[in-house]
């Protein structure tokens, strides 16, 4: 583990394993696999609150029903809050085109300029997951079977999972802090060579 910025722990992984989302073969399954929502902060589930007219017209039928019930966010066994779910698995703001894509609603409606407000961060951050570790955020790589493809394309790309993602992690953590990361990382890499 590495230590950047005041507060956070980031693992090696972040800087070694390298990782490409490829969506031409995994088609977006993330948002529609595994058995708990979104990890939400509580100023994010504030915000989809009140962007929630935008995005309901376009929502299934059976996710409007479960925001209907429980609204968009439950608290998962470990009490942590996270996005609601469809049938145990589909995130409600995940929706599947004809040809089998599966894309976010929130991040389609930022990107079409609808709302001012991308994804939740720990979204846009995955494979990226982050915990409390004492008084630090550990940034941590979380590897998940469904992600091969992405271990993959990166492996062939040569792209390392902190580049892969640096715009999540800029808005996560600041450009200062990413600098960092990338010094530490630039450190590391020529460590590993000259031993």
Not at 140 to 151: G, K, L, N, S
Request: with cysteine.
């Amino acid at each position: 583990m590495f230590v950047i910025g005041d507060n956070t722990l980031v693992s090696l992984d972040v800087l070694e394993k390298e990782f490409c989302c490829d969506l031409q073969t995994c088609r977006g399954c993330c948002c529609i696999e595994g058995d708990a929502g979104a990890p939400l902060t509580a100023e994010e589930e504030q915000r989809i609150n009140e962007i929630l007219p935008v995005l309901l017209p376009d929502m299934t039928k059976e996710a409007r029903a479960v925001v209907d019930r429980q609204g968009i966010a439950y608290c998962d066994p470990s009490g942590e809050r996270v996005t609601s779910i469809v049938n145990d698995k589909d995130c409600i703001f995940a929706r599947t085109d004809h040809n089998g894509w599966c894309y976010c609603l929130i991040e389609k409606a930022f990107r079409a300029g609808k709302i001012d407000f991308n994804k939740p961060v720990s979204c846009h951050l995955y494979p990226v997951r982050l915990t409390q570790v004492g008084d630090y955020v550990g940034v941590e790589y979380h590897r998940w079977d469904i992600c091969h493809c992405a271990r993959v394309l990166g492996k062939k790309q040569h792209l390392p999972l902190y580049q892969f993602l640096k715009e999540p992690l800029i808005r996560r953590f600041g450009q200062e802090w990413y600098d960092e990361l990338c010094l530490t990382a630039d450190e590391w890499h020529k460590q590993m060579v000259n031993d």
